[in-house]
């Protein structure tokens, strides 16, 4: 299967149909996603990165219907990592000499993954390779989301070739190919969830390198990320939403995530949102139960919120195995900005508040209080304290509000 994205420039990747388990537990699609390659006809022919391994065989057959493998001049890797690398060991069994353009930390990358010494050629910001009437000009975006990461612009028809950089995921088909074949506020939400679950952590340097961008003042016509669709509507859009959300981007909002064991933590929960709600009611309030919502949705709710509200039952000394997984994402995610405070409801020894917020004290978070405990289940007295609880976090916020 190919597409066109240009006279010169065919889709060559492959679509994965798959409902979770393309990046397991790091980064939920629901339906799968594309790995995008490229086919450049020119004077010399060019291959633009690959895809997941087990997609090899295929990926290569498919390339075989497009182009005598013999006749690509070069492969350019824009990042190491297998869900684009990974073809390479299919086809570096047919063209075994062919020069791979990539970066010096690629080259790192790919020796360690295939343990093959080939045709490396590294290339590092500002290079060039002329491929006939057009040019390809290499861009590190090192930490963007890898060491290895580059962009790649190639001249006449203006594409930008983004590595993972503006990607989301879908299971692409010939009507998916183009931004504006799709729901603008879905492809919104998706190009979100790759951003704050791959470069949030990086977002000083997403923003220095999206201005650097930005200064080379290159005309773009596409950009072709090496997941989902290409943006050719309007390139600005994903350029100009990448440079606010790198910025310590907010939005009037406070996510509420908490595990609950017999509904106890559950009720303590709505009726802090019901406090919120009568000192905020423009604020969104976002209640996510972690029994039923995926860790990577909820920290886009906590990527654009203002404060976050954890609860956790205590379970046998400690707090519940679900709310770990989602501290430590936020650790990881090394959110900035925000303010955070946690609560539960217990029944015997109580320990989940203090050790949700201790783990925040040690990460060096901004916390709001000292956080709030209910003894089983709430009465009138503690369903009030809680809305008053609420109702003092929203203040405090509100209060901060710029
Ligand atoms: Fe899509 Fe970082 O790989």
């Known amino acids: 299967m190919s597409y066109k994205i240009t006279e010169a420039v065919t889709w060559v990747g492959k679509i994965h149909l798959d409902f979770g388990q393309v990046f397991g537990k790091k980064l939920s699609t629901r339906i799968g ?107 590190e975006s090192k ?4 060491p290895d990461s580059m962009f790649v612009y190639m001249t006449e028809d203006n594409i930008l070739f983004s590595t993972d950089v503006f990607g989301q995921n879908y299971s692409a088909h010939e009507s998916l190919l183009f931004d504006d074949c799709v729901d603008e506020e879905e492809l919104y939400q998706r190009a979100l969830k790759v951003y704050v679950n791959l470069f949030a952590p990086y977002n000083k340097i997403a923003n220095k390198k999206i201005k650097e961008i930005e200064d080379l003042n290159l005309d773009i016509n596409i950009i072709c990320p090496s997941h989902g669709i290409a943006w050719r509507s309007n390139p600005q ?77 205590t379970m046998n000394n400690g707090i519940f195995p679900s709310m770990a997984g989602l501290i430590e994402l936020i650790k990881v995610t090394k959110l900035k900005n925000k303010r955070y405070v946690a609560f539960g409801s217990y029944g015997w020894s109580g320990e989940s508040v203090g050790q ?32 008053e609880f609420g109702k003092s976090i929203a203040s405090k916020i509100k209060g901060n509000n710029k």
């Open 143 to 146: 930490m963007l989301h890898w």
């Open 237 to 313: 859009y994903i350029i100009d939403k990448y440079e606010q959300w790198s910025n310590n981007y907010e939005e009037n909002q406070i996510t509420i995530a908490y595990d609950t064991l017999r509904g106890s933590t559950e009720k303590m929960a709505q009726y802090i949102e019901e406090g919120i709600k009568q000192v905020w009611n423009e604020a969104t309030v976002k209640l996510c139960n972690l029994a039923h919502l995926d860790i990577t949705d909820i920290i886009v709710e906590i990527f654009k919120s203002k404060a976050v509200l954890l609860g956790s039952p």
């Open 33 to 139: 996603t594309t790995y995008n390659s490229f086919l450049i006809k020119d004077e010399k022919n060019v291959l633009i990165d690959t895809v997941w391994s087990p997609l090899g065989k295929e990926f290569v057959a498919d390339l075989k219907k497009e182009i005598d493998l013999k006749d690509i001049d070069y492969i350019v890797i824009t990042h190491g990592e297998l869900d684009h690398s990974g073809g390479l060991g299919e086809l570096m069994k047919e063209i075994p000499n062919t020069p791979i353009f990539c970066t010096a930390s690629s080259i790192c990358s790919l020796k360690g993954q295939f343990h093959k010494d080939w045709n490396f050629i590294q290339v590092k910001s500002g290079d060039e390779l002329n491929i006939g009437e057009r040019k390809l000009i290499f861009y």
């Open 356 to 387: 949700i917020m201790d783990e925040l004290n040690r990460c060096g978070f901004e916390v709001l209080d000292e956080g709030l405990k209910v003894h089983w289940v709430p009465n009138e007295e503690e369903k009030i304290r809680c809305i």
